[in-house]
T-cell receptor, first 115, second 112 residues
Framework: GQNIDQPTEMTATEGAIVQINCTYQ??????LFWYQQHAGEAPTFLSY????GLEEKGRFSSFLSRSKGYSYLLLKELQMKDSASYLC????????????????FGKGTKLSVIP | GAGVSQSPSNKVTEKGKDVELRCDPI?????LYWYRQRLGQGLEFLIY????????KSGLPSDRFSAERTGESVSTLTIQRTQQEDSAVYLC??????????FGPGTRLLVL
């Protein structure tokens, strides 16, 4: 099966840096995604890692270590609009029916940015 | 181009009634997914369609839930004899095979 753990809630100050961690166990790992979800809205894609290392995209960066089953999302220069839930999702092989790659989502980390 | 669209955006129904939710994926996307998200909870996988292959129904919570997709186009999720526990946001996502999923705005279902 697949298991994903991330903190339930975090609070950070506007202008600061925050790191949201995600650990996972999966079979047939084939990529890790981070999504942002504002309250009452659908998730939107932020980043994708399939190889070890850091992917940087503006104020957001995502890191992956496949050997440790670990990823983090780094948000720099926090803005009030960054208050949202951040979902870690892992694509792994699921032996259901003929088998397929499926994306399993963590429960999300609710980030509150305070002035 | 247009993103994933879902209808209705909101649905209020009485316990025991059937509901049908619709998803229009991004044109050309071969894969389509349905998820359920209860209030304050994570996304729960329901069903996955990939091209003309048999769908992966492993996430459907009971036989009251079913979904269909015609080719690589529209999908409908049907919930029969709705229960209050079915109240949730139902999200649809589409992608090219194995690639990033793009989500629709969801249908907020409330069962009274």
């Amino acid at each position: 099966g697949q298991n994903i753990d991330q903190p339930t809630e975090m609070t950070a100050t506007e202008g600061a840096i925050v790191q949201i961690n995600c650990t996972y166990q999966t079979s047939g790992f084939n990529g890790l995604f981070w999504y942002q979800q504002h309250a009452g809205e659908a998730p939107t894609f932020l980043s994708y890692n399939v190889l070890d290392g850091l992917e940087e995209k503006g104020r957001f960066s995502s890191f992956l270590s496949r050997s440790k089953g670990y990823s983090y999302l780094l948000l720099k220069e926090l803005q009030m609009k960054d208050s949202a839930s951040y979902l870690c999702a892992v694509r792994g092989w699921v032996n259901s029916g003929a088998g397929s790659y499926q994306l399993t989502f963590g429960k999300g980390t609710k980030l509150s940015v305070i002035p | 181009g247009a993103g994933v669209s879902q209808s209705p955006s909101n649905k209020v129904t009485e316990k025991g009634k059937d509901v049908e939710l619709r998803c229009d994926p991004i044109s050309g996307h071969t894969a389509l997914y349905w998820y359920r998200q209860r209030l304050g909870q994570g996304l729960e996988f329901l069903i996955y369609f990939q091209g003309n292959s048999a769908p992966d129904k492993s996430g459907l919570p009971s036989d009251r839930f079913s979904a269909e997709r015609t080719g690589e186009s529209v999908s409908t999720l049907t919930i029969q004899r709705t229960q209050q526990e079915d109240s949730a946001v139902y999200l649809c996502a589409s992608s090219f095979t194995g690639e990033t999923q793009y989500f629709g705005p969801g249908t907020r279902l409330l069962v009274l």
